[in-house]
C-alpha cells in the first residue's frame, strides 16, 4: 500500500489528474468519516451504538481508497506519514485541505439532514482530555504506519481492519473522557455542529492531536531505521 506515492507502475494519467483523483479520495473519505460521527452523535437511533458505527465506516473506507490516496482521512494521519518519508510536503498540504473541506461539507449535510439546533456544548476537562487524545492519536497514527505502510507489512489484507478498530477501541476507552476525535477533521466537525466548544480546537484537540502525530512517525522512525 502506497502513501502519498505514486504508483510502482506507469499511469496512464496526467500527474495532475492522478493528485486530483488523491485530494478527492480523501475529501470523499473525510465527508463520511465526519457525517457518520455527526448523524450517530445527535440524536441516534436506538439501539445504535456511535464507536462502532464509525469504526466500521473509517474501516471500509480506507479499503475503499486506499489505493487511490493511502486512505488518510485525517491530518494528524498525513503529518505521521510526512514525517516517515511517504508523503510529499506539497500532497501533505493538499491532503488536509482536501480533509478539512470534506469535514465542512459534512458539517453541512449533517445540519439538514438532522436540523440546525440550538446545543450546549459540552467542554472536556483538559488535562484528561488532551491526554486521551494524544494517547490514542498516537496509537491510530502508529497502526496506520506499521500496518499500512511498513515493509514488514506490504501487500497486506488487514490495515482498513486494524485503523478502523484503534478508532473503535478509542471511542470506547475514552470517549466519554475527550469526544474521541483523534483527528483534527473530525473535531472542526463536531465544534462545527455545536457538541464541543469552539475555542477546545486550537487549545486542546489540534495540539494533542498533532502532537500525537508527530510522536508517532519519529517512533516509526527509530523503530525501522531501514525503512
Known amino acids: 500500500m502506497l502513501f502519498c506515492a505514486e504508483r510502482k507502475e506507469p499511469s496512464p494519467l496526467p500527474g495532475r489528474n492522478q493528485n486530483m483523483r488523491k485530494y478527492l479520495t480523501e475529501l470523499i473519505g473525510t465527508f463520511f468519516l465526519v457525517l457518520t460521527v455527526g448523524c450517530t452523535a445527535i440524536k441516534p437511533m436506538p439501539g445504535v451504538i456511535?464507536?462502532?458505527a464509525i469504526g466500521s465506516i473509517l474501516m471500509v473506507m480506507i479499503f475503499a481508497g486506499g489505493h487511490i490516496s493511502g486512505a488518510h482521512y485525517n491530518p494528524a494521519v498525513t503529518l505521521g506519514v510526512w514525517i516517515r518519508g511517504r508523503c510529499s510536503l506539497r500532497d501533505a498540504l493538499?491532503?488536509?485541505v482536501?480533509?478539512?473541506g470534506g469535514a465542512l461539507l459534512a458539517v453541512?449535510?449533517?445540519s439538514f439532514l438532522r436540523g440546525v439546533e440550538t446545543r450546549t456544548p459540552v467542554a472536556p476537562a483538559w488535562a484528561p482530555a488532551f491526554l486521551?487524545?494524544?494517547l490514542f492519536t498516537f496509537a491510530l497514527?502508529?497502526?496506520v504506519l506499521n500496518a499500512a505502510t511498513?515493509?514488514?507489512t506490504e501487500g497486506n489484507s488487514f490495515y482498513g481492519l486494524a485503523i478502523g478498530m484503534t478508532v473503535l477501541a478509542g471511542a470506547f476507552a475514552v470517549g466519554n473522557i475527550s469526544?474521541?476525535?483523534f483527528n483534527p477533521a473530525v473535531a472542526i466537525g463536531v465544534i462545527g455542529l455545536g457538541i464541543l466548544p469552539p475555542g477546545t480546537f486550537f487549545f486542546l484537540y489540534l495540539p494533542a492531536e498533532l502532537l500525537g502525530g508527530v510522536i508517532a512517525g519519529i517512533v516509526f522512525r527509530y523503530l525501522h531505521p531501514e525503512d
Open 98 to 100: 482536501a480533509q478539512l
Open 94 to 96: 493538499f491532503y488536509v
Open 108 to 110: 453541512s449535510a449533517v
Open 179 to 181: 469526544g474521541a476525535a
Open 50 to 52: 456511535p464507536p462502532l
Open 132 to 134: 486521551a487524545e494524544f
Open 150 to 152: 511498513a515493509r514488514e
Open 141 to 143: 497514527v502508529y497502526v
